[in-house]
């Protein structure tokens, strides 16, 4: 049971975290940082400029923190809050199912399952 409940936390914290699309907002925050960098090595900006355009960027910067603090705590929240409450009920251990997810053959097979399934997700379907 405690196995099923790792698989269960392990593919409810990847869907959630599709879901609340963090792999995007990732990608932003990564977009934005090198738009900064841009900024500050611009020559043709004055200090002035610089700063109000980095002033911008720092204020997105922060509100794509928030979303993916709060959105991987949920993730992972999610999911653990479930077990714990299944664990309540008698139906799981919570701990039991902690000792799962901390074992290293079940992180080697969700790692290793996880990129194949990543890889062939894209050869199915390869972003446009």
Do not use: C
Not at 24 to 47: I, P, T, Y
Not at 61 to 74: C, E, K, N, P
Not at 84 to 91: C, T, V
Not at 92 to 110: A, K, N, P, Q, Y
């Amino acid at each position: 049971m405690n196995f099923a409940l790792a698989v269960f936390v392990v593919v409810g914290f990847t869907a959630t975290l599709e879901q609340l699309n963090l792999p995007g907002h990732a990608q932003a925050v990564g977009e934005r940082s090198s738009r900064s960098l841009s900024v500050l090595r611009d020559d043709s900006l004055g200090d002035r400029e610089k700063e109000e355009a980095l002033q911008s960027q720092s204020r997105e910067l922060f509100r794509l923190l928030g979303i993916l603090v709060g959105g991987s705590a949920l993730a992972l929240g999610l999911p653990l809050g479930i077990v714990w409450l299944l664990g309540q009920l008698g139906l799981g251990s919570f701990w039991g199912t902690i000792g799962v997810l901390e074992r290293i053959d079940f992180l080697v097979g969700t790692a290793a399952l996880g990129g194949f399934g990543y890889l062939a997700f894209r050869k199915l379907y390869p972003p446009t």
